[in-house]
């Protein structure tokens, strides 16, 4: 059964950092490129970061490059999305997301989700 729990939500201070965890399991993690998406009430879903299923390339929403980092742990199934200098703008949920492409179809999976909420 696939499963990707996200953690590490919370409210956070303008200014502050954060740091989100995704567990995956169920498939074979290093294949898959991971992605994180926000969605804020009232707006749609947004990529914010991605990593490639080797781990050599990211990708970055111009609205957090500079303040994330997206890394990969394959040896612990793990996707990490590191915030800095958080903005009320980055409140949303955040939701963890694996892909892959084959020539037959395309495989692809949802967390549940984790409230990021940047507040004083």
């Known amino acids: 059964q696939v499963q990707l729990v996200e953690s590490g939500g919370g409210l956070v201070q303008p200014g502050g950092s954060l740091r989100l965890s995704c567990a995956a399991s169920?498939?074979?993690?290093?294949?898959?490129?991971m992605s994180w998406y926000r969605q804020a009430p009232g707006k749609e879903r947004e990529l914010v970061a991605s990593i490639s299923s080797a781990g050599v390339s990211t990708n970055y929403a111009d609205s957090v490059k500079d303040r994330a980092t997206i890394s990969a742990d394959n040896a612990k199934n793990t996707m990490y999305l590191q915030m800095n200098t958080l903005k009320p703008e980055d409140t949303a949920v955040y939701y963890c997301?694996?892909?892959?492409?084959?020539?037959?179809?395309?495989?692809?999976?949802w967390g549940q989700g984790t409230q990021v909420t940047v507040s004083s």
């Open positions: 997301n694996a892909r892959r492409t084959t020539l037959i179809r395309v495989y692809e999976y």
């Open positions: 169920g498939f074979t993690f290093s294949t898959y490129a």
